[in-house]
């Protein structure tokens, strides 16, 4: 029984035989119907977990399962470690993402998940943005101009008329190369210095928070004169501690959580009662029509990392890998002709060979 | 930056090309070290947690993760379905083992868990056995004579100067395949009914407990006059409610379980309370002088499955691999060139690509 392990250079061909835009569509489609279809009941989203240390170096290493019920569970393993970019050239978060049949406890296939995490993460705010932002939203804000920036960027462009993206980081090398690495979008790009970050937030129809801020620096910026109607993504708050936007300016608007629980301990919510927070995502594009007069309100999506997204871009990219005939199927686990006896496995028999072995080596004494 | 994969194959040729008993001798011995010198501090490692469900079948998947500090994480995942054997002909536990980089979060390397998981649960008896038994204990007794059995008594048998095993499993069949599945052990297999189970009992001078009793059921005979020194390997117990022994032997013995909140919940020290139980396997191993006169007294190893164990056979099946040059050398994760970039990676740029596509179309309109 085959595992199948896609390669970075499997998925780049998913990638170029799909096309990158027909695939986030797709993703930005199936995460939208699996959340509206999200039976908590039957599905089990634990909040992740992990293994922190401070050596070698400060970094995380954490796992976020799930399982709808339906016969698959997803267990994305993510290494957070913010030593990577600048002592080995490395992303700050590298992940894998394991598939398994519960029939079974099989592993059914296993992919990168840096790629994927970054895609779903634009991809989720995209759904947010569609159900609580007005359709004609046309200015992006974008504060921290990192890897997810390209991602909110380009999942965003595929829901909305987007006209300009304003900009503005800390980082001034991370701004000068934003425009560059959303050339492919065709939208002007434009940054700011600090001193114009007010009239960046002042201008956005839907802005997107997505910065590396340190535990306990936070908010980013003071509360502003937000347009009415402004849908704020936070997306950078992921840490005890860890925030981007101002009490204030929570306290005014219609937070919408990801997942409440891992919100309340990680994201904006933090910041919040239990009583200020709103339903979570799921439970908002159950009944769109619901809080389709949100458009017109200020309101915030606090994103911290859902694993149902994990799961359904794994099932996304898989399907695709099987279709196409990517990637390569290795019989990874030792599966014994007898359940009995585990030493039953492979071609030859271990078991025999051990036998033989003895054998053997008893005759030659 | 690869990740090793080694298929069920390429695991068959490293015990072909190192030889099973060496390979097994060697993990008992790792095993036994790194017991002795796990540091509680620097080690990181939960109790295990999953997903339980019902549909489409009753069961399990749990991830046991293990960091030292010293570099490197493992995660098991270990999926239990006991509908496999009847319904598909598979093993009722089936496993993988990712091995993680600390430093970066980077897979390192992927293995199987299942027959790993069969070995490093004999190879613990075996070293238990090692600080608590009598070094001339020469009859093993068995009760429950499914896949655990084998390892069982092959790790024993690298250890004590075994001349007979006495068994039983209320399985007929099962009981009936033992002795050709240990025929490569070379030491008479005598089974036993169910009226002789006490004279099993009363002739070990070890005793190793692997059933797959249901929960509630418990225990699996009556407390009985053992051999003074008699030494259990008590290694069913992995579930609430699911116990082998009488709850008066455990009074009267020396129990050390693997791990203790673990044993507490699942294993045999589930009948106890925490006054009567003993010190940590690797607290026993760590003075191993003081507990030698427990030799010559009841004592009971409560194994419920340590993620130690589970990391440092990884560790060795990688090094042999990397050392033989066996495995399959994938580059998993999309790592990008530009930190900032998502979609800068692979041979060619998807990013590039998706902007040529995107002139190239329109263009074409």
Redo the contacts between chains.
């Keep these: 029984?085959s595992?199948l392990?896609?390669?970075?250079?499997d998925?780049?061909s998913i990638?170029?035989q799909a096309?990158?835009?027909s695939l986030l569509d797709e993703l930005i489609m199936r995460l939208r119907a699996a959340f509206r279809r999200l039976d908590s009941g039957?599905a089990?989203i634990?909040p992740r977990?992990?293994?922190?240390?401070r050596?070698?170096?400060l970094?995380l290493?954490e796992?976020m399962?799930a399982?709808l019920?339906e016969?698959s569970?997803t267990?994305k393993?993510?290494?957070?470690?913010p030593s990577?970019?600048a002592l080995?050239?490395?992303?700050?978060?590298?992940?894998?993402i394991?598939q398994?049949?519960?029939?079974?406890?099989?592993?059914k296939g296993?992919?990168?998940?840096?790629?994927l995490t970054?895609?779903r993460t634009g991809a989720m705010s995209a759904i947010a943005s569609g159900a609580l932002a007005r359709p004609d939203s046309d200015t992006l804000g974008i504060v921290g101009?990192?890897?997810q920036a390209?991602?909110q960027a380009h999942a965003l462009s595929r829901l909305f008329p987007l006209s300009r993206i304003i900009a503005f980081d800390t980082d001034p090398a991370?701004m000068g190369?934003l425009r560059r690495?959303l050339?492919?979008l065709?939208i002007p790009v434009e940054t700011v210095d600090r001193a114009q970050l007010p009239e960046l937030l002042e201008r956005s129809d839907i802005l997107c928070t997505c910065t590396s801020a340190e535990p306990g620096a936070g908010p980013l910026f003071p509360d502003f004169r937000n347009r009415s109607h402004l849908h704020i993504n936070a997306v950078g708050s992921d840490f005890h501690d860890k925030i981007e936007l101002p009490v204030e300016l929570l306290r005014r608007a219609f937070v919408c959580p990801d997942f409440r629980d891992q919100a309340m301990r990680e994201g904006e919510c933090q910041q919040l009662a239990p009583s200020e927070i709103g339903p979570e995502l799921a439970d908002v594009l159950k009944s769109e029509s619901r809080f389709a007069s949100r458009q017109n309100e200020l309101t915030v999506f606090d994103s911290t990392g859902h694993a149902l997204a994990d799961y359904i871009a794994t099932e996304m990219i898989l399907d695709h890998a099987n279709r196409m005939g990517i990637g390569?199927a290795?019989?990874?686990?030792?599966?014994?002709r007898?359940?009995?006896?585990?030493?039953s496995?492979?071609?030859?028999s271990?078991?025999e060979?051990?036998?033989a072995?003895?054998n053997a080596s008893l005759g030659a004494t």
């Excluded at 393993?77 to 470690?81: A, E, I, K, P, Q």
């Excluded at 398994?100 to 592993?107: A, E, K, R």
């Excluded at 290795?330 to 014994?336: K, N, Q, R, V």
């Design positions: 029984m595992s392990f896609l390669s970075s250079a998925l780049e990638f170029a096309g990158p835009d039957a089990q634990p977990s992990g293994l922190s240390y050596s070698p170096g970094g290493l796992w399962p399982s019920g016969g569970a267990l393993v993510v290494g957070y470690h990577n970019p080995r050239g490395l992303p700050t978060v590298i992940s894998s394991g398994f049949d519960t029939s079974t406890g099989h592993l296993m992919l990168d998940g840096t790629l970054a895609m101009c990192g890897a390209v991602t991370a190369s690495r050339g492919f065709d390569s290795i019989e990874l686990e030792c599966l014994p007898d359940p009995k006896n585990p030493y496995f492979g071609a030859g271990t078991f060979r051990l036998q072995g003895r």
